[in-house]
């Protein structure tokens, strides 16, 4: 219990240190070395050569994949992903209703219909009303590991396998997170990755496409990398090999700086995810049992990358404090850095998810959600907020600066009704 009065009400911050308090990626010697390297080297890569090719060895093995396939960004590598797994008009693909957008719109872009899932209450697929949501139609299920805890996939698994679709991941905010001690990204036919800025593993802007089979692998190319690596790859015989020049059209290369960088950050990958954990476990052990305040569940198998700390708000433990005004009194402590999640929202919510038709004709018919359809993802998504979780020995301060801020608040909410 801290007794000095709120920041928000006159009293001594908690913090004030100088903002911004996290930033991401981590820009180190070497990164500086590989991309002024690259810049004498070749800054177009148009087939599977130099730094593309060594940072596709690099994410397979990482990961324990057979193929890897970079693309311009991570929106990019799920269209190419959907599309290689066969996905078109009218297909549906069930999609959790809490993620980023990007996990579902490319399928507007085949002509196919995301069907939105609800999440349970730690914001992760439900399976019960992803049943329900199966149709004749549904070819495919998207995982999403969100905030980096692993979505439970032996249930997935066999969800997949008991209702015959394709299992397929969007593993955006789990570079390196493990589920029973194997990587998320490696239980679908296939994975799509965001390189995106604060994305765990980033190139700035960039993605990639993981799979071991190659079927799929030639249609990646296909969808994205046409002539050269085409030509290269596709084996002759095979019956696509004479679509190699155009490939379906579109062309979604890594830009090779952006590799260079990604390549660089990738050996330090670890290391960071191990800082993660130790200060998410310090976090969420500071913050356990504090009123108004519920740390995730880790289940037993899951080892997640800590994309963020989402911590659930309560506030009948708080007197009802609604959390906008919680979310001020913290900032007033100076805990600039915990946020409600943004872009990250109930997908039902989005204009273009209620009304596709208004911006891609083929919709016009397009049944949308409506508020309130997707209880589970609304709530959930009203009662986060989340928080940096560092991974540096010398951020451990900040870190435990910030959890007092929360608790001070939390302690002090009576002041705030
Ligand atoms: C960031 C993100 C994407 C999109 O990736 P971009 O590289 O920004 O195109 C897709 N899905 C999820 C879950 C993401 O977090």
Aim: one cysteine or more; a negative charge; charged letters at 20%.
């Amino acid at each position: 219990m801290n007794d000095s009065p709120l920041a928000l009400l006159g009293g001594e911050p908690t913090i004030t240190a100088p903002g911004p308090h996290f930033t991401w990626p981590v820009i180190a010697e070497p990164d500086r070395e590989a991309v002024a390297a690259q810049l004498e080297s070749g800054v177009s890569i148009p087939d599977r050569s130099g730094v593309v090719a060594d940072f596709e060895d690099a994410l397979a093995s990482y990961l324990g994949v057979r193929h890897v396939v970079t693309t311009c960004t991570g929106t990019a590598a799920l269209h190419s992903m959907y599309a290689a797994a066969g996905i078109g008009p009218g297909d549906e693909v069930i999609v959790p209703a809490l993620t980023f957008h990007a996990t579902a719109t490319p399928l507007f872009h085949l002509g196919a219909h995301p069907v939105l899932a609800d999440v349970d209450d730690r914001g992760q697929l439900d399976l019960d009303d992803a049943a329900r949501r199966l149709t004749a139609r549904t070819k495919a299920v998207v995982a999403v590991h969100l905030w980096g805890l692993p979505e439970d996939m032996d249930a997935l698994v066999s969800f997949a396998e008991e209702h015959a679709v394709m299992l397929l991941e969007d593993g955006s905010h789990a570079h390196g997170a493990t589920w029973n001690g194997r990587r998320t990204g490696t239980f679908g036919a296939a994975a799509a990755f965001s390189l995106n800025g604060p994305k765990p593993l980033s190139a700035g802007e960039g993605g990639f496409v993981a799979t071991d089979d190659s079927e799929l692998y030639y249609r990646v190319l296909l969808h994205g990398q046409y002539n050269k690596r085409c030509r290269r790859e596709i084996p002759a015989t095979h019956p696509l090999a004479r679509f190699a020049v155009t490939g379906m059209g579109l062309k979604l290369r890594i830009h090779p700086l952006a590799a260079a960088l990604a390549l660089a950050q990738l050996p330090r990958l670890d290391g960071y995810l191990d800082g993660r954990q130790s200060t998410a476990a310090r976090m969420c052990a500071a913050l356990d049992g504090v009123p108004g305040i519920r740390v995730p569940h880790v289940p037993v198998l899951a080892r997640p990358s800590w994309y963020a700390l989402p911590l659930r708000y309560e506030p009948a433990g708080l007197g009802g404090l609604p959390l906008e005004r919680f979310l001020e009194a913290v900032h007033a402590e100076g805990a600039d850095a915990v946020d409600q999640p943004g872009s990250t929202c109930p997908l039902g919510t989005h204009p273009l998810f209620q009304a596709p038709g208004a911006l891609l004709p083929g919709y016009a018919d397009h049944q949308g959600p409506a508020v309130g359809d997707f209880p589970a993802a609304e709530h959930v998504h009203a009662t986060t907020l989340k928080l940096p979780v560092w991974h540096g020995q010398e951020d451990v301060r900040l870190a435990d600066a910030y959890t007092a801020a929360i608790a001070k608040v939390a302690s002090h909410a009576k002041d705030l009704l």
